[in-house]
């Protein structure tokens, strides 16, 4: 079997369910050594971590919420503890609230700001601590970053936005140490975040141009190729998958 990330240990935050737990999976059939974080699916988080087992990659679930920083430091030491290093830092976990703006609480925003843009800060600050050459940021950003066709969404899009610009100044911070930084930006997932049977679901399926809503797999193959050393020359970028809804 191909494996171009053989000999690779990777670190998904958010990997309990979702688009997190599509891209662990991919990253270990690639051949990574994945660990993953998430704060309340541990039934999840452990059925997972068993289903890579079975196939014989390793995998390791650690409980840290991403509002906490020292959660979030103590998950990257424990990934480079048990597994020696780190290559590839995968910012998946996000929280949605939708509200329009006279409604929405400072509470709720701490929490956007706290998980969306502080805990990303944070995972990468302390991951970059222990990346050498050919290592790899990989954000979990949104279309919403720059289309927002829906009421009560300006909080989401905020943290999103503050995503796609991070990616940007990360790539140039970090591109002579051999280290890319890239933004992948989806449009509606069929997850528990945004079922594809869900409230918006019909009004959002006709905006697609492909008709349906994406699968996080999908998510995950971007992932896998970013990831991958064939993607050594893309960096601070921001790439859509969203079926065509922005088209
Ligand atoms: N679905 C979409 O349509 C869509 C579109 C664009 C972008 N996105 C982005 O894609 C990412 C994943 O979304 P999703 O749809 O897979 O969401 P999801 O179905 O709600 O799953 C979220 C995952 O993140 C974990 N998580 C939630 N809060 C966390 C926290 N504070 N700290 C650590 N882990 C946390 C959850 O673990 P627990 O269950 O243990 O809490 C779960 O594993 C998010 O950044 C989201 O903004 C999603």
Request: hydrophobic content about 45%; charged content about 20%.
């Amino acid at each position: 079997m191909n494996q171009p990330l053989i000999d690779k240990v990777a670190l998904v935050t958010g990997g309990s369910r979702g688009i997190g737990a599509a891209i662990a999976k991919r990253l270990a059939q690639e051949g990574a050594v994945v660990a993953f974080t998430y704060t309340s699916s541990s039934q999840k988080a452990e059925d997972l971590a068993q289903a890579i087992q079975a196939t014989g990659g390793q995998a390791l679930a650690i409980r840290a919420d991403s509002a906490d920083v020292e959660a979030v430091k103590n998950a990257i030491a424990q990934t480079v503890k048990t597994f020696g290093r780190l290559d590839i830092l995968v910012n998946n976990a996000g929280v949605a609230a939708l509200a329009p703006i006279d409604q929405f609480s400072l509470d709720e925003f701490d929490r956007l700001i706290a998980v969306n843009i502080k805990g990303v800060f944070v995972a990468t600050q302390e991951a970059l601590r222990h990346m050498g050459k050919g290592g790899r940021i990989i954000m979990i950003g949104s279309i919403n970053s720059d289309v927002v066709p829906f009421v009560g969404g300006s909080v989401y899009a905020l943290t999103k936005g503050a995503i796609a610009s991070f990616t940007r100044g990360l790539a140039r911070d970090l591109g002579e140490r051999g280290i890319t930084v890239n933004n992948i930006q989806p449009g509606p997932i069929d997850t528990d975040m945004n079922p594809a049977d869900g409230a918006f679901a019909e009004q959002l399926k006709k905006a697609i141009a492909i008709g349906r809503y994406g699968q996080a797999d999908e998510i995950a193959d971007m992932v896998a190729y970013l990831a991958s050393p064939g993607a050594a020359f893309v960096t601070g970028a921001s790439l859509k998958i969203d079926g065509g809804i922005t088209a």
